[in-house]
């Protein structure tokens, strides 16, 4: 069994900064891909930003410049800083890795249980 569980969610005003982390525990032998998605109210979940175990990224459009996806492969954590918030930023921000597990070394994916992230204008 693994668990992921985020932090880092709160209120910040427009142009502020939130750093949301997620740390991943139980049978974990190794971590291949972790993501950060989002949902806002009346919206489907969109990917946010991923991050793979040798440290290639990409992101969603709507962040480039202002998310950074970051992880330590030692710790099974994922981090996302994040600046120059704006309000259509608003959502529950999920974390998802997919994780080799033992026994048996199968691949499954895990998520989070969400942290919300709100920017005021």
């Known amino acids: 069994q693994v668990q992921l569980v985020e932090s880092g969610g709160g209120l910040v005003q427009a142009g502020g900064s939130l750093r949301l982390s997620c740390a991943a525990s139980?049978?974990?032998?190794?971590?291949?891909?972790m993501v950060w998605y989002r949902q806002a109210p009346g919206k489907q979940r969109e990917l946010v930003a991923i991050?793979?175990?040798?440290?290639?990224?990409n992101y969603a459009d709507s962040v480039k410049g202002r998310f950074t996806i970051s992880r330590d492969n030692a710790k099974n954590t994922v981090c996302l800083q994040m600046n120059s918030l704006k309000p259509e930023d608003t959502a529950v921000y999920y974390c998802?890795?997919?994780?080799?597990?033992?026994?048996?070394?199968?691949?499954?994916?895990?998520w989070g249980q969400g942290t919300q992230v709100t920017v005021s204008s």
């Open positions: 991050i793979t175990s040798g440290g290639s990224t």
């Open positions: 139980g049978s974990i032998v190794s971590i291949n891909a």
């Open positions: 998802n890795a997919a994780v080799v597990t033992t026994p048996g070394l199968y691949v499954y994916n895990y």
